[in-house]
């Protein structure tokens, strides 16, 4: 008997979907259950998610990593597409390639140390600004190389609007950028999705009196039970909350896509 090269594709396929997602399901199911303890499935209440408004500390908490992510996406963005247009016309291997991608695969906790030290050797005040430029620092890697093609593709059409008379900042505007736009979201999702859910690089250059939520979620883990809205299952609800936000940004961009795709086919 043969197997099926498809079947086993698939089969594998649904394993490994299986396994990403269980856990995430079994957090859920955690979130909604009686008991605080972890791992005891009992009942089903909302009451852990009704606690989250009177928690002062974790409202705190959402809104420093919301400000963070939004602002750091914004600057890694910006500064990706500068870079992006200076060297798109370049056709080798430059410098810039050579100090953007190493950020991309050295472990986060090298990263952290190394911010940690730079901020502490600039006698750099550690808190909201430190942890927005430690997110900042690593996102400019993932926006360049997201911003990057998607800005070499319009060349043709930038050089015929200027034949044609367009100024410099009409080319940028009307032309490079929106033939880019694909990218620019990409990167501007992503980018706020990783500082939104970032926890090493946060817990190394944050300061006394600032923490984001990933942070704090784990600074009560270590102390389960202790106070009112340390219990794994209350903890569980605002780990869910971060995971719904992610997937909610991924089904924006999604959206997007497809309905940009949409608007091309007709036209």
Known sequence: MRLDGRLVLKAYTYIVIALTYAPLILLALQSVSESPLIGVLEGFTLKW????????????????????????????????????????????????DLI???PLILPDIVEAIALLIMLTSIKAPLGFYSVLIGHTAFNVAYAYIIVSPSLKGGLGVEEAARTLG??????????????????????????????????????????????????????????????????????ASLATIMIASSILVALAYTIYLSRRGGSRAKH
Do not use: H
């Open 49 to 96: 998610y009704l606690q989250i408004p009177g928690d002062a500390r974790a409202r705190e908490a959402l809104l420093n990593s919301f400000f963070v992510a939004i602002l750091s996406a914004g600057i890694s963005v910006v500064l990706a597409v500068l870079a992006a247009i200076a060297y798109r016309r370049v056709r080798t291997v430059t410098f810039l």
């Open 166 to 235: 367009a100024s410099p900042l009409q080319v940028l505007f009307k032309i490079t950028l929106p033939l880019a736009a694909p990218g620019i979201v990409s990167a501007l999702a992503l980018t706020f999705l990783l500082s939104f859910t970032d926890f090493i690089k946060t817990l190394f250059t944050t300061g006394p009196g600032f923490e984001t939520l990933p942070l704090m979620v784990w600074n009560r883990a270590r102390r389960p039970g202790l106070g009112e809205y340390s219990s794994y299952s209350y903890l």
């Open 100 to 102: 953007i991608y190493p």
